[in-house]
Each structure stands twice: as C-alpha cells, then as structure tokens.
C-alpha cells in the first residue's frame, strides 16, 4: 500500500494577487436573509415584486415554440452582443445625449464584468485607481484583484493640486490610470453629482490624463428633482462626439428589470470597445444569447413602464425610511436625502464603529445593515453605515428602523 502524500498546500501556489482578494460584506450579509426573522437593509436587491414575470415567461415561450428562434438562442452568440439589443441602447444612450452607432457598445455579464475587464485593461500592480471616499464596493473588489493604490478622488472642492495626484501615484510606483466614479444616486451614499462637480471631474481628467469610468446603474430611478446630463454626455458635447471622448459608461438592466438574467453594458469608444471584446471573448466568449434577447424584448416593449413602475414603487419605500429615521434617530445621527437609487447613508458621532453594533443589531433587534468602512479603499469610515430600502415592505422599513433606533440610542448612552 502506497502510503499517502502530504496534501497540496494550495497557499503556496496561488498568484499574489489573490492575497488582495476578499469576500464581500455584502455578499456574506445576504445570507442572513435566509433568516426570517432577519430585517434586512443590506443588499441594495431590487425587489422581486417589480419582476415582469409574465412578460419574461411568455418571450421564452415564444423564443422556444419557433424551431429556427430557439436553436439561434440557444447557440454560441458573438462576443459584442445580440444586434438587436445593442441598437436599442444606442437609442437610450441618444436620449441621454450620448450619439453613438453599435460599435460603441459592448454587452458585459452586467456591469460588474465590466469593472472587471476595465481593471484588468488599465491597472497594473501599484498603478493607481482614483475613486470616491466612499466608493461602491463591487468596484473596488474587481480593481483590488489588480493590486493596484488608490487615491481619493475629488467630486467637489479640494486643495489638492493635479500635480499632487500625480506624485502621489509616482510614489505609490506606478501611474494614476482612471477615475471612476458613480455620479447618480451613488452606492453607497445615494448621492448624486452637479452639473458643475461633473464637469469639473471632467476638468481634473483631461488636466491628469486619464479616462473617466462612469458607471450608472441606478440613473433611470430617479424620484425627485430634475435629470442631470451624464458625464459621458457632457464630454461628448465638448468634444465633438463618443470617438474623442475620455468617459467609459457601464449601464445595466438588473435594477430596471431584473438582476437574474445578468445583461449589462458598455458605452465608449470603438477603440475601447475592440479591446473589451478581445477580453470578453477570452473571458467567457458572449453573454447568454437567450438572456440577451429576452431582455432586448423587454427593453423594447416595456422599458418606459418597467422604470414608471419601478419609481412609483421605490419612492414610497424611500419616504417611509426617511420619515422612520426622522422619528427614531438619536441625536447627533446624520443621513442622506437620496433623489432617487436604493440606498441611504447614515452617519454616527464618533466615536462609534458601526462594525462592532453590527453584531449587536442583529442578535438583539434582528436588523441587518451594511457597516460603511467597507465602502473605503482604506478601511476608514468605522461610524458609518449603508441602509438599503429596496427589498423589505414599508412596515418592515418603519418596524426595523424603530429598532436600529433603540440600538444606537443604547449606544451613544
């Protein structure tokens, strides 16, 4: 009998940029929801109410009782994306004041694909990302994978120089690659940029050189206040059109219709987009092109309905949390007035860490939040924390805020 061998030591033979990886707090909180008794405002998860489940049932029939339809959908796709669904996001991204042709847009697994592709395209090891402070995590986990520095992005006033910037990524060993920013109703903050700060992070790109990432999963859902010009819109409009623009814009359909069916995409130059469509093809060649068309029907014969519907719904939800943080927030507590999107920052006196009531939330008052440290590229942020209205009913909004109330007034004494 052969006598075993010590077993593999896998830690020795992974690449260094795995010791950069790690698992999302968000992700390890969702699985609270497996607990019924759990209030969650974690997850900024659309909710499955708004899903048009008949709609999505009777296209797949219709896809799959046509012989010559459903071998086409069920077969390889090529890597850009179903024609018919990127020709309507040209007419989106022209209503938004983006002129573009289909070569200008490339269909990703959702937008976080494309935060991956564009981290691998840009970033090498101590290059450094620009980024709000907070900033969306999903971005930073497919940035981090990178090993790249970051730097604090400047959204409004700031005495820090251009020159400054470019010490700082020089010193960090590398260069400073990209901006990238979430200007509508931020995750996690809910905040949304001027007119005037998008056309001065417009400003501070072209002074350093470097690309814009705009990423805008949540623009459609606005609730109140008037629409602002995308920062990709913007540029064009100053430029002379996408092919001299210096903005990268990522859209989705997983807020709007549904996240399950995984259909994002990719507005930018056709230099950009030929070389995310060499990286896609390596990656996992196209998107499902049933999926693809599925959401291009909807897209078509519903978008405007879906978003009405999406808004009418949201809002109610946004009120009932801004009212129940009103009635119950000890003093000294401080949040956001989002205009639209799924989320609400709040912000404790010091020197509470919402990381360590985290536990005491949810063992004592069954309320679940996402601590805000983890929304910093370097982890500071300990007396914030991020409040999703999205998925849980008005009465569990206004029961759950009431006992986040109790907890944090227990704790500021």
């Known amino acids: 009998m052969t006598t075993p061998e010590a077993p593999l030591d896998w830690g020795t033979r992974y690449a260094a940029r795995m010791a950069g990886m790690k698992a999302s707090e968000i992700r390890e909180l969702l699985k609270l929801l497996d607990q019924p008794d759990i ?18 049932a009777e296209i797949y029939a219709q896809i799959c009782s046509d012989r010559s339809r459903f071998d086409a959908a069920l077969q390889y796709s090529v890597s850009e994306g179903d ?5 309507w996001i040209v007419g989106y991204m022209g209503k938004r004041g983006v002129a573009c042709t289909p ?3 490339l269909i990703t697994n959702g937008s976080q694909q494309a935060l991956e592709f564009l981290g691998r395209m840009f970033l090498s090891p101590k290059d450094t990302a620009l980024v709000e402070a907070p900033t969306y995590l999903g971005a930073l986990q497919a940035f981090s994978a990178m090993e790249p520095a970051y730097d604090t992005l400047p959204t409004g006033q700031t005495n820090r120089t251009v020159a400054s910037y470019r010490d700082n990524a020089e010193a960090a060993g590398g260069a400073a690659k990209f901006a990238y920013v979430v200007p509508d109703f931020a995750n996690p903050t809910g905040h949304t940029l001027t007119v005037s700060e998008r056309k001065s992070l417009l400003q501070f790109a072209r002074d350093l050189d470097i690309p814009v990432i705009e990423d805008s999963p949540y623009v459609a859902l606005r609730y109140d206040g008037d629409e602002v010009p995308m920062v990709q819109a913007l540029d064009c409009a100053d430029q002379g059109g996408i092919e001299a623009s210096r903005v990268i814009s990522l859209g989705s359909f997983s807020k709007v219709f549904t996240p399950g069916l995984r259909v994002g995409w990719v507005c930018a130059p056709r230099e950009v987009i030929g070389k995310l469509t060499l990286m896609k093809q390596a990656s996992d060649l196209s998107n499902s092109a049933i999926n693809q068309r599925v959401i291009a029907t909807l897209a078509t014969t519903r978008f405007d309905q879906q978003v009405a519907e999406g808004i009418a719904h949201y809002r109610v939800k946004r009120d009932a949390m801004l009212a129940a943080l009103e009635e119950h927030m000890p003093d ?7 205009e639209g999107g799924l989320f609400i920052w709040v912000t404790l006196p010091e020197p509470l860490d919402a990381t360590a009531l985290l536990q005491t939330s949810v063992e004592t008052a069954r309320v679940a939040y996402v601590p805000g440290h983890a929304f910093f590229a370097d982890g500071s942020g300990r007396n914030t924390l991020r409040l999703s209205f999205s998925l849980p009913s008005v009465e569990a909004i206004e029961d759950g805020i ?3 109330g109790s907890v944090l007034r227990e704790a500021t004494g």
Do not use: M, T
């Open 402 to 404: 009431a006992k986040l």
């Open 39 to 56: 209030i969650s405002f974690a997850g900024g998860i659309p909710d499955p109410a708004l899903f048009p489940q008949d709609q999505i």
């Open 103 to 105: 070569e200008n847009i």
């Open 332 to 338: 000294g507590v401080e949040w956001s007035k989002p």
């Open 83 to 87: 024609a018919g669904l990127r020709q």
